[in-house]
Nanobody, 117 residues
Framework: QVHFVASGGGLVQPGGTLTLSCAAS????????MSWFRRAAGKKRELVAG????????EYGDAVKGRFTIDRDDAHNTVYLERNLLTPDDTAMYYC??????????WGQGTQVTVSS
């Protein structure tokens, strides 16, 4: 089992910056990829960014390329998402996600981000 503690959500003004963090615990040795997904009201869940290892391949969703940066601290089993130039379209529940070598999938409970003036 893998469990997550996410932090950094909240209210931010348009154009602002906010960093999310997600710390994994449990069977972290078996984690291959850590990612962030989001779901906005009335929309489907979408990939925000994923990173295989701290120096591994990174994938970004089209909506966030050039604005968001994902990073991973393998020593502390933590993944970060720095989000710049936020717009109201970035308002969503953000979920931490892990894919193990099993492969098994684990989801965090989500942290709400609201971009509004």
């Amino acid at each position: 089992q893998v469990h997550f503690v996410a932090s950094g959500g909240g209210l931010v003004q348009p154009g602002g910056t906010l960093t999310l963090s997600c710390a994994a615990s449990g069977s972290t040795f078996n984690i291959a990829t850590m990612s962030w997904f989001r779901r906005a009201a009335g929309k489907k869940r979408e990939l925000v960014a994923g990173i295989r290892r701290a120096d591994g391949p990174i994938e970004y969703g089209d909506a966030v390329k050039g604005r968001f940066t994902i990073d991973r601290d393998d020593a502390h089993n933590t993944v970060y998402l720095e989000r710049n130039l936020l717009t109201p379209d970035d308002t969503a529940m953000y979920y931490c996600h892990a894919l193990t070598y099993g492969p098994l999938i684990y989801w965090g409970q989500g942290t709400q981000v609201t971009v509004s003036s």
